[in-house]
């Protein structure tokens, strides 16, 4: 079947505004994963879900950072008003159950603050 | 913060040349997994290594894990350009909850 799918792939982002990411997991996976990667830098975690429940949500960096996952599919990944430090590669990953299972990533969402 | 360490952070071979990437890390694990990064894609995984395990194959790669050193290396026999990406550790707490990634090796195979 289909992979993760995000959109958009590219975000440009007046600093202040306020941005939401889209995270389609592969069909019938329970687990889904936020990381932030920045340039030239590993992933790094950012939330988790079981189904429609966020289990973790210690990697989220601020108050601005919001994730839901209201119906246990998509997921939404908002940052309210961005700041240059938000520039990153936003990555979603879905797996069959929790992290101990492998886990199969999108191709990103690069945000852009200016 | 990144747990794992990776060592090159850049590598620079010929086609057919073996490369060997290196990850080290600090507390205890339940498993250890490599991925590759094609620039500007998301990651695939390639194997994972469980805790109790010192060596696993797939393909062109070889993966070994040493506890007691808190290290594990992937290797890649008679690399093909198409190899060129990063690669990254990622290493699976104890309680199997979350997943940490290593800063990565930066692979160029030169055809």
């Known amino acids: 079947g289909a992979g993760v799918s995000q959109s958009p792939r590219y975000k440009v982002a007046k600093r202040g505004q306020d941005v939401a990411l889209r995270c389609d997991p592969i069909?019938?996976?329970?687990?889904l994963f936020w990381y932030q990667q920045a340039l030239g830098q590993g992933p790094e975690f950012l939330t988790y879900?079981?189904?429609?429940?966020?289990?973790?949500k210690s990697g989220l960096p601020s108050d601005r950072f919001f994730a839901e996952r209201p119906e246990g599919s998509v997921s939404t990944l908002k940052i309210q008003r961005t700041q240059q430090e938000d520039s990153a590669v936003y990555l979603c990953?879905?797996?069959?159950?929790?992290?101990?299972?492998?886990?199969?990533f999108g191709a990103g969402t690069r945000l852009s603050v200016l | 913060s990144q747990q794992g360490e990776e060592d090159p952070q850049a590598l620079s071979i010929q086609e057919g040349e073996n490369a060997t990437m290196n990850c080290s890390y600090k507390?205890?694990?339940?498993?250890l997994q490599w991925y590759r990064q094609n620039s500007g894609r998301g990651l695939v995984h390639l194997i994972l290594?469980?805790?109790?395990?010192r060596e696993k194959h797939s393909g062109r790669l070889r993966v070994t894990l040493d506890t007691s050193k808190k290290s594990s290396s992937l290797l890649i026999t008679a690399s093909r350009a198409a190899d060129t990406a990063s690669y990254f550790c990622?290493?699976?707490?104890?309680?199997?909850?979350?997943?940490?990634f290593g800063g990565g090796t930066r692979l160029m195979v030169k055809p």
């Open positions: 990953a879905s797996s069959r159950g929790g992290a101990k299972n492998i886990q199969y």
């Open positions: 069909s019938g996976h329970v687990s």
């Open positions: 879900f079981q189904n429609e429940a966020q289990l973790d």
């Open positions: 507390t205890s694990i339940n498993n």
């Open positions: 290594i469980r805790s109790n395990e």
């Open positions: 990622a290493l699976l707490n104890n309680a199997g909850n979350m997943l940490t």
